[in-house]
């Protein structure tokens, strides 16, 4: 339900931007996420541009280690700790993915600085964070957001 809610959200901030503020932004971060480290993946359709201010929308990913405290792996074979009974790989598989939503609102200073605040969503967790971007070549920011159990930096693409 939740996914279904986060993807019709990101198509309705497509279907809403308009033909000037087609811009799609595309990001890619090395983020910690409530205890965890990982990247994350996102792209976003900004819906209000207005001078240097926007609001933007995003859908994205967040790839991480996955930990498994309740089971552990034994010759290549995965067991339950409570009761040493053998289980499906899948328990043992230390590979995660959780999909989120987001919402940033910045400001834009002429051919310098981006900076804002914004909201993600992750699972049933909405959090704050402040976010900053400064140009690394045309098209191309370096970005850094930090929040509540949250930090992320990477680069973000705008075509």
Known sequence: MKIRLIALA???????????AATVTAEANVARSEGSWGGELA???????????????????????RDHDGYYEDS?????????EQVGDSHCDDSGTKIFGKVEATYTLP??????LGARLIGNDLRAYGTAAMPLAPFLDGKVNVGDH?????????F
Do not use: E, L, W
């Open 76 to 84: 290549s074979q995965c067991f339950r700790r409570s009761n040493d």
């Open 111 to 116: 051919m310098s600085f981006t900076f804002g």
């Open 10 to 20: 990101g198509i309705c901030a497509f279907a809403a931007s308009s033909a000037n």
């Open 43 to 65: 792209v976003g359709v900004p819906v209000i541009q207005d001078g240097g201010f926007s609001i933007t929308p995003a859908v994205g990913a967040f790839f991480h280690k």
């Open 150 to 158: 949250y930090v992320a930096a990477g680069v973000q693409a705008k």
